[in-house]
Each structure stands twice: as C-alpha cells, then as structure tokens.
C-alpha cells in the first residue's frame, strides 16, 4: 500500500508539474493583458499586474481602421461557419464512397488524396493564387469557403476509418429492406459515425479561426479582416506597439476555443482513438 501511495503522489505530482509549465504561456499573456504596454517586458519576471489596466480591453474592442473588434469576430465566425459546414458535409461525402462504395480506380484514386494529404501548403499556394486572381475573386470570402466544398484530405481519411469499424452487415440489412446507396448513407452510416463528425467540426473550427496565411493572401479591406489580421494590426513597426489591446483581445479571442474544447473534449478523443489508429 505504501509503494502504491508513493508511486500515485509520484504521478500526480509529476502530472501537475507539467500542467503548470504547459498552462504558464496563457497565464502569462492573460496577466499581460491588465499590465501597461510600456511595462509589459520590462516587468516580464511578474506575472502580478501593478497596476492593474482594465483599459486594455475597452482600447482593443475600438478595433483599427475605424473597425471595432466586434466586426472582425463576427467575420471570423462567417469564415468559421461556412468552412465548417464545407469541410464536414464534403469529406463525409468523399469518405462513404471511398469507404463502401465500388468503383474503377478507388485504390488509385485513394492514394492520390493522401498524397494531397502529406502535400505543404507552401507547393501550391502560388497556383491557387493566380487562378483565384484570374476569377477575380482576391478581397473576397471565396478563394477561403469554396475550396473546403471539394473535401478535406485529413478528414476523409479519419471519417474513412470510422467508416470501416462499422459492419458491412448493417449495410447489407439495409439493402434487404429496400434502402438504397444514399438512404444507407443518411440512415445507417451517417448516425454512427457522429464521433468522427464531431471530431472533424472541432478541428475544422480550430485551424479556421486560428488561420492568418490564407486571409493575409486575400483579404485587403479591413472591413473583412479576421481576428488573426486584427491582433496583427496592433504591432506596428513605425509607431508604438499596443501590446496592452492586443493581449488583451487575445484573451477574449481564446475564449471560443477553450469553450469549445471543453464542451467537446471527449469527441476528439472518442474521434482519434476510434478511427485515427486503425488501418
């Protein structure tokens, strides 16, 4: 019983030791965010305000360019919507048929998207650019919501081998009652496979809102600006850093992601554990 005690004290101190170190960044930014700009580094070694600057907040929420915050929010949750919703549906879609459908050249096909998959960014960003320049659609939504409607190369692989834990049986059941590919689809697979669905949503709604390459590329009216551009804006390299606002409105852009990451927690992990590790 002794060895047992010394060895649970051991791990949940160990444990929590690491939560410390992993959690002293967000500490650090979120007493950072109620210090004066001019102090922020030089005071760096306490994390205790003195004083305590409320107006950090109310300073940030004025936004830049005759902008409040507010509107750029608003507009990272239109980008955060509408790509969501494209990725989800789109790669659920490419995933049942690549998952249970029949077709010539489905392995060859399979191979080639997971090669996009290990595929950077940096390759094709260039050609994405010219062709979204020559639709005219630079200072726009589209060149960011269009492309997530043609599927996602990470969640059709994850919502893939979600599918393929389910029994073909169900499917064949299915069929004996008359349902046809999408009635299976809609009523059999579609109910089953809601882990990963969540799992791609939380992820799809993190890599959206964190995003800064992609809205830099094709957004130019601050009107249009994301949280990522705004928080950007606070540094300036003529002028004199806001620090104090753009901490601060760092704090309240975190918020939606804590949030979000508490309440769905188990999906990610219900999502990765079920699918991601099976072949």
Known sequence: MKKKS????TYHVLVGGFAILMLYPFIWLLMSSFKESSTIFVTAKSLIPDPWIWTNFVEGWKGIGGNSFGVFIKNTVILVALTLVGQVVSSTLVAYGFARLQFRGKAFWFAIMMVTLMLPGEVVMIPQYIIFAKLEWLNSLKP??????FGTPFFIFLIVQFIRTIPRELDEAAIIDGCN????????????IKPALATAAIFSFYWTWDALLGPVLYLNSPAKYTVSMALNMFLSNETVSNWGAMFAMSVVTLVPVFVIFFLFQRYIVEGMSTSGLKG
Do not use: D, E, Q, R
């Open 144 to 149: 960011l919501v269009i492309p997530a409607y």
């Open 181 to 192: 590919t999408f009635n299976i689809f809609y009523k059999i697979i579609l109910p089953l």
């Open 6 to 9: 010394v060895k649970w004290w």
